[in-house]
């Protein structure tokens, strides 16, 4: 036997080691946060379209209601930059346990009062207290997560959570949109994050310590592109949470019809990401995520003319599917490019970025809708995702 046929050296123990440390996963703690942030995506799920229900029945203006319901992605933007700095001195476990509780509260206080100026400060404490719990929850996910797995797991993870939201608005169908019930829905979904948390307390991972610290402003200029992003999915799925009812009020639908659609849109979140998940380790993050916004782009275009047909259902549930793909494809490029500190900074990033999207996107399609009217909604939208695909384009030929 040649040299070119010896067979190759057998792997040293460290090798085996360090691959199968690679290749697996804590599963149990990665079930727990997966838990966790799905059913803070029931509360979250059921609160944008139940207070929109509400105000629309009020008859409140399309830009006001857009307003109130950028309270919440404004308490994402403001508290984004302390979650690193809380996190690290109360510990994630902690800080999230106690965030859960504080959410329940507020929530508890909007069910309170119908009054359209009251719920804006109190929406935007419900921001406040809701991020930290996304926020260190897809920190220790992403931290704890095998390279080799990422695109599968994260696909899992946003699936599992896009699960949550749909319950949100489909609940409504069940319980309806008035008094207490749909309220107590989002109250106990909060309660139980904080009861899942302290009772896994002892699984969940400490948050990263490793590499240089840095700031929120500082990953700006690390990852722009994939800011930009983040928004762009922060800003659609928001404003067709907040807007489609005015959108379908405007056509003569009825919250009955337009409650599932918002729970169709939300299924294909849930049913697509692990899809999307595992054709990005086949063809690559950034390539998955073009197809992503392009698909988007197109979903806009049809809505006009498919809203009242049938084909409606399976539009909406490809479009919801590659529009929360951004941002699947987002968290995916985030663990395959940083660690440690400045993972920390990503997803708080994220956070700001996300709230950022959910702030400026809701308020300006219904100032759109105000002036041009309904259609304003997929005109917006469908401006916002053109604008990323041909950034992305940019980039991509860069290299």
């Known amino acids: 036997m040649t040299s070119d046929q010896r067979p190759p050296p057998a792997p040293t123990l460290g090798e085996v080691i360090t691959t199968f440390r690679e290749d697996q996963a804590p599963w149990a703690a990665m079930a727990g946060i997966i838990a966790t942030v799905t059913v803070f995506a029931v509360a979250q799920g059921l609160t944008y379209p139940l207070l ?26 403001l508290s984004a930059p302390l979650i690193p700095m809380l996190s690290r001195r109360l510990g994630g476990a902690r800080h999230a346990i106690l ?7 507020t929530l508890a206080a909007i069910a309170w009062t119908d009054d ?24 220790w996910l992403v931290a704890i997560t095998p390279a080799s797995r990422r695109g599968r797991i994260m696909g899992l993870y946003s699936s599992v959570v896009s699960a949550g939201f749909a319950i949100g608005p489909l609940s409504l169908g069940m319980v309806g949109t008035a008094g207490w019930s749909p309220f107590l829905i989002g109250i106990v979904a909060f309660v139980a994050c904080g009861l899942i ?11 990263p310590q490793d590499g240089e610290a840095t700031s929120v402003a500082g990953f700006f200029a690390l990852a722009p592109l994939l800011l930009f992003a983040v928004a762009t999915a922060a800003a659609f799925e928001q404003t067709l949470l907040s ?33 999307l998940g595992r054709l990005s380790e086949r063809r690559g993050s950034r390539q998955t995520m073009l197809f992503c916004v392009l698909s988007s782009l197109a979903g806009c275009l049809l809505l006009p003319w498919l809203f009242e047909n049938w084909l409606i259902w399976p539009l909406v549930f490809v479009w919801g599917g590659v529009t929360f793909g951004i941002y699947t494809l987002s968290l995916i490029q985030l663990g395959e490019r940083f ?29 759109v809708m105000q002036v041009t009217g309904h259609h304003g909604l997929p005109l917006s939208l469908g401006l916002l995702c053109a604008v990323l695909a041909g950034v992305l384009v940019v980039a991509r030929r860069r290299g």
Request: net charge neutral; proline share 5%.
């Open 243 to 275: 807007l489609l009812a005015v959108y379908g009020a405007a056509l003569g639908s009825n919250e009955e019809r337009v409650a599932p659609l918002i729970t169709c849109f939300i299924a294909g979140n849930a049913s697509l990401q692990i899809l």
């Open 52 to 77: 929109s229900f509400i105000l629309e029945r009020q008859r409140t203006a399309p830009a006001l209601i857009g307003l109130s319901a950028a309270m919440t992605p404004l308490g994402f933007i």
């Open 197 to 207: 948390l302290l009772a896994l307390v002892s699984r969940l991972p400490e948050m």
């Open 339 to 367: 660690s440690g500190l400045t993972l920390i900074a990503g997803n708080a990033a994220f956070a700001f970025a996300w709230g950022l999207g959910g702030m400026v996107g809701s308020p300006a399609t219904g100032l």
């Open 116 to 139: 359209v100026w009251a719920w804006m400060p109190l929406r935007f404490l419900l921001g406040v207290f809701a991020n930290p719990l996304s926020v260190i929850s897809e920190t």
């Open 99 to 105: 965030c859960s509780v504080l959410a329940a509260s």
